[in-house]
T-cell receptor
Framework: KQEVTQIPAALSVPEGENLVLNCSFTDSAIYNLQWFRQDPGKGLTSLLLIQSSQREQTSGRLNASLDKSSGRSTLYIAASQPGDSATYLC???????????FGQGTRLTINP | NAGVMQNPRHLVRRRGQEARLRCSPM?????VYWYRQLPEEGLKFMVY????????ESGMPKERFSAEFPKEGPSILRIQQVVRGDSAAYFC???????????FGSGTRLTVV
């Protein structure tokens, strides 16, 4: 059974810092991995999708990497801003499953 | 493209009543998924549907919960005889196919009083 873990559960940093959020998964037979952002009381916004054959994806200040063999993904946020404050969720889709398994999320606070 | 539309945004029901949550997928998406986020817990898969078919309902509680995606109209998640433990945020997602990931709606927050 796939399990997804995100560390740390919460992170608070001053504005301008570069930071890394971690995601690990127990079964490496995944189809893809997706990072989402969730603002309080709101829905999920897709940030980056990495197919299992890819090593990384970039969008603006965000870069996500995938090491399928070790069951790890990282989300790198460059030059953080207060508007980046949100909960970041990592989710994997197992091969043949067509559903996502989510981590518990990392609650990120960027202090002005 | 309006994205995945869910309504209502907030729903309050008394114990024993029925709750109906609606989801319209993105235009061109034929796959619909429902997830539940209980307070202080992560999102959990409930059910995956295509038009007129339930493909995977392995995450649905065996009683009181049902889902449909008719040929015409939105997908409906129905909860009969709600209990306080059903209070949660229910999210709908849609996809075009496996290569494009999932797009989520804003969710319906159900409160059972």
């Amino acid at each position: 059974k796939q399990e997804v873990t995100q560390i740390p559960a919460a992170l608070s940093v001053p504005e301008g810092e570069n930071l890394v959020l971690n995601c690990s998964f127990t079964d490496s037979a995944i189809y893809n991995l997706q990072w989402f952002r969730q603002d309080p009381g709101k829905g999920l916004t897709s940030l980056l999708l990495i197919q299992s054959s890819q090593r990384e994806q970039t969008s603006g200040r965000l870069n996500a990497s995938l090491d399928k063999s070790s069951g790890r993904s990282t989300l790198y946020i460059a030059a953080s801003q207060p508007g980046d404050s949100a909960t970041y969720l990592c989710a994997v889709e197992d091969q043949g499953a067509q559903k996502l398994v989510f981590g518990q999320g990392t609650r990120l606070t960027i202090n002005p | 493209n309006a994205g995945v539309m869910q309504n209502p945004r907030h729903l309050v029901r008394r114990r024993g009543q029925e709750a109906r949550l609606r989801c319209s997928p993105m235009k061109g998406h034929s796959h619909v998924y429902w997830y539940r986020q209980l307070p202080e817990e992560g999102l959990k898969f409930m059910v995956y549907l295509q038009k007129e078919n339930i493909i995977d309902e392995s995450g649905m509680p065996k009683e009181r919960f049902s889902a449909e995606f008719p040929k015409e109209g939105p997908s409906i998640l129905r909860i009969q005889q709600v209990v306080r433990g059903d209070s949660a945020a229910y999210f709908c997602a849609s996809s075009q196919d496996l290569n494009y990931g999932y797009t989520f709606g804003s969710g319906t927050r159900l409160t059972v009083v």
